[in-house]
């Protein structure tokens, strides 16, 4: 069995008959291609070339881990604290290096994760986010990043040569449960959770008061986080 979670946050059960995929295609004829196009297309906000989307996945959900993920995820999103529901579930994107060729056809070949321990991509979506992995000396502190900005993600997305050929780039689009996220005007490395009595930060951008040119929030939970789409693209 996988489950994807659509992006309007719908979970949808399939009872694979053969070896499960790790992504499921999304054929340009379907609504939610569309939409999705629509929502990574308008979110592209940098001046550097537009760019063009080749395929685009439902992410399937299939590992016992994965489908406990997604059990903590419905949980958490649901949650009350401090008499208020966590809520406030958004679409927001999420860079990350491949080093596979994943994505790169609709073909069983290219809809499996690979094993590599480089490919955050696909350890990602065998896994989830994790906080761990996550520790870096980011502006906001070891959370887990994410953008409505697609062209922003996509400089995390930095482009792979495998094999001598550049290939696509990937982005997740994920639903994330920022609940009352509080706005950062300035940097603070320091955080290891959010602060108290929020669920989340938003670094604040320039025209908010803020030290970012383009918006930014950051979970630091990882059922705060459920992939949903990725979009392979140049
Ligand atoms: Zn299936
Ligand atoms: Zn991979």
Known sequence: MHVVVDISGDASFHLCTDTPEDLVHIPPSD?????????FNNAWKHPKPFPKI???FYVAHHSADALAHISRFSNYSFLWLNSNKVGNTQLLFHGTPRTC???TTASPAHTRLCERLDCSLCLILRESYDIEKAKSARMF???IYSTNVSSKADLYAS?????GRATLKSVILNHVVLGRTQLMLSADQSLQHAPDIYNSVTGA?????GAL????AVVYREDAMCASAVIFYE
């Open 101 to 103: 060729l994943i994505g």
């Open 213 to 216: 040119a383009y918006h930014e």
């Open 31 to 39: 609504d939610d291609h569309q939409r999705i196009s629509n929502i």
């Open 141 to 143: 502190g070891t959370g």
């Open 159 to 163: 482009p792979r040569r495998l094999m």
């Open 54 to 56: 080749h395929n685009i």
């Open 205 to 209: 951008t320039s025209s908010e008061g």
